[in-house]
């Protein structure tokens, strides 16, 4: 029993499990500046703030506007959400996401004032990359998921915009390497949306949600999930080209990442569909962890 606007409620609707998709571009941004000795260790705690409470805010306007729009179905395969289960009211979420908001915004400006004057780096354009962010926190949920843009959203504010900001705050340069990470980041933390859209496929056609999924279907959603990953592999080669990795760490980060994923992909294809996708969540969620933390350590050397 979860008793209405109560921690434990605020905590279920904030999805935790879902952080590991905002720590992991941090990280592999902040190995790269520790490789480059340039890592900074308040603007990169400050990042890593910002980007949880950013995921949070995300997190509680998909629950609030999904409620509204009547996209969580009594049907629905996935994970429960507050709003539509009274754990939370519509009212008080409106309020969490003004607080999340802000705090994000109180992060994102101490990554400003500890960049701003003593360092090299950090200025008006950390403002407008605070500004979009914000902007497309609400965009994603209440417009552009349900015309098949959120793959695109998550490839950019979940690859190129944290893992090039956190690099940038703290070097003041972006760089190939950078480049490179942010793909591969974007790339993994695709595979869990992907997982979540092939879930939901037939609900979200039900309720006008035409995800990528949805409109093309199992086969391409299949399809989709193991390719993010091949190409997350491929995209890692450039980094021995560049002299990131060596050989031996491409094995034992990306290609027993890769092991890992297609794995879970074969069990994700195997089950099809209903509730029991939901422990293919779990597997693509430690996978992505897996390779943030392994392809950090290797590139931090």
Known sequence: ?????????????????????????????SALAFSDHAFETAP????????FFMQIAANFI??????????????RLGPKRACAEGWITP?????????????????????LFTTWGSLPHGGWELVLLGVVCLLFAFLYTTILSY?????????????????????????????MDVLLLSVISGLVIDTLL????????????????????????????????????????LVCVGLVLTGRLTWME????????????????RKMIQIREGEKLNSILGETSRNMLFMGLLLSVAVSH
């Open 91 to 111: 009212k008080g979420m409106r309020t969490g996401i003004g607080v999340t908001l802000t705090l994000a915004c109180l992060c994102g400006l101490g990554v």
């Open 250 to 265: 491409f094995i034992w980060a990306p290609c027993v990442y890769f092991y890992l994923h297609s794995l879970t992909w």
């Open 44 to 51: 990169a705690v400050l990042c890593l703030l910002f980007a």
């Open 194 to 233: 992907t997982i979540n859209n092939y879930r939901d496929r037939d609900q979200d056609r039900l309720s006008g949600k035409l995800t990528l999924v949805a409109r093309y279907g199992e086969r391409f959603g299949a399809g989709l999930y193991l390719g993010l990953g091949i190409a997350a592999v």
């Open 1 to 29: 029993m979860v008793r209405t606007n109560s921690p434990k409620a605020w905590l279920l609707a904030a999805r935790p499990k879902t952080l590991t998709a905002a720590f992991i571009p941090v990280l592999l941004g």
């Open 147 to 175: 015309h098949g843009w959120g793959d695109v959203l998550v490839f950019v504010f979940f690859g190129f915009i944290p893992v090039g900001g956190t690099y940038y705050v703290q070097a003041g340069e972006l760089n």
């Open 62 to 75: 998909n629950d609030l506007f999904d409620f509204q729009k009547g996209t969580d179905r009594e049907d």
